[in-house]
């Protein structure tokens, strides 16, 4: 989904040893203009601290991609996260509320939050007390890491909330959840997912264009509403299980291809224009996909990267067809007080063009916020993450070596 503001991270704080982002050390500036609330004073910036509470973009993003590899699936991959849209439009027992009690434990665990005094950033999970939840979050915990790959959860009451509780009470909620991370090289943290308004030629996520199905490098993603466009703006997301299992099914020559690096243009950020990355992991029956399309086609004609063959390139329509199936995907309307969570190991997700209201205050609002979980693998599942690792880094050190032989 598409981040057009952040919460930022001032000059001067220390970090934990070796902690950085992109090629910068966490500590420095982050960005040049503060974000500011939009729900609480004008103009005011709103900033995170550095601590250790989080990871940097490089352990965060070295984390999601050390995906244990064993071998490539001859058949169909059997996981609760291998759903249906159709099937799912049946029923709604994917969506949870919480009750009045819950909600008023999140708004008095808000309060205790900022009543501590500390930044955002210095906070831990023991600053915000959520003893009634916590039996819920380690379900849905396990519900992106074991089952289905999604949680939605609503009634939230953010309305009543100044853009600094709603921030205080999402990214708390994430230190209960897993760790939270950085989103960009400038070690931003908590996206404030908004219309920018930019001229030219900008990246999707800073207009109300549709946004391609994809993947986010990090193992969750989760948003809150805090208010949602005039029209459209819908949150689709597919299975990157079921995806597998129909192009499986319908092309079983393409599957390989599935497990073979394309180049992933990275903007820049990172210091690289482009960094190799094979779609498809598999590993002790679970398939993990980082799925990408726009950024696989558009590093193309970077340099050192080859042109994509008739192959890839059928592959990488026909993959995103199935996913944009209606019997495949499935929409959510997200409104004020939702959250949504996703795996970004069996899910993707995209976003239908939106307009917004003419009053800038009712304008199309959600936080980002993106997670690491622990692993609980066995001693062979860790050893092949690690290998996995080590390839990673390995192939990251070529391509900076290469991109920097290929500069004037």
């Known amino acids: 989904m598409g981040v057009g503001r952040f919460v930022a991270i001032p000059k001067g704080h220390e970090i934990a040893a070796g902690a950085t982002a992109g090629n910068r050390p966490l500590g420095e500036p982050s960005c040049d203009d503060p974000v ?9 910036p709103i900033l995170l ?12 993003t070295l984390h999601y991609f050390a995906r244990p590899h064993q071998r490539i699936p001859r058949a169909p991959v059997v996981s609760p996260a291998a759903w249906r849209g159709e099937e799912l439009r049946r029923t709604s027992d994917w969506a949870q509320s919480l009750d ?10 808000v309060e205790v939050a900022l009543g501590t005094g500390k930044p955002l950033g210095e906070m831990s999970a023991t600053d ?7 039996a819920r979050i380690g379900a849905w915990r396990n519900e992106l890491r074991r089952g289905r790959g999604f949680v939605l959860i609503r009634n939230l009451p953010v309305g009543p909330w100044s853009s600094r509780e709603a921030e205080c009470f999402f990214w708390c909620f994430g230190l209960h959840l897993g760790v939270p991370g950085a989103q960009n090289p400038r070690g931003e943290l908590l996206g404030h997912v908004v219309d920018a308004h930019k001229p030219g030629d900008v990246r999707f996520y800073e207009t109300n264009r549709n946004i391609a199905f994809h993947c986010d490098a990090a193992d969750v993603v989760g948003l809150l509403c805090l208010s949602p466009a005039r029209s459209g703006g819908a949150s689709r997301i597919a299975s990157s299980v079921t995806v597998f299992n129909e192009l499986l099914a319908r092309n079983p020559e393409r599957i390989d291809r599935l497990f073979e690096a394309f180049h992933l243009d990275t903007h820049g950020e990172g210091g690289v224009r482009s960094v190799p990355v094979p779609p498809c992991r598999f590993a002790a029956g679970e398939l993990r996909t980082f799925w990408h399309s726009d950024y696989f086609r558009s590093a193309e004609g970077l340099p050192g990267v080859p042109r994509l063959d008739a192959g890839a390139r059928a592959l990488l329509d026909e993959y995103d067809a199935i996913a944009a199936d209606p019997a495949v995907h499935l929409d959510m309307e997200l409104a004020a007080g939702d959250i949504q969570l996703l795996s970004n190991h069996t899910q993707i997700h995209a976003r239908t063009a939106y307009q917004d209201w003419d009053d800038p205050a009712r304008a199309r609002h959600l936080l980002r916020l993106w997670l690491s979980l622990p692993e609980e693998n066995g001693v062979a599942l860790r050893a092949a993450k690690a290998w996995s690792a080590v390839q990673l880094i390995a192939e990251l050190a070529i391509t900076r070596a290469s991109s920097r032989r290929a500069s004037p």
Do not use: I, K
Request: one cysteine or more.
């Open 128 to 134: 915000f007390p959520l003893p009634t939840l916590a």
């Open 49 to 60: 601290l550095v601590s250790s509470h989080y990871r940097s973009l490089r352990r965060q």
């Open 100 to 109: 009045a009690a819950e909600a008023e434990e999140c708004r008095r665990a």
């Open 36 to 44: 500011s609330s939009r729900r609480g004073a004008p103009g005011s």
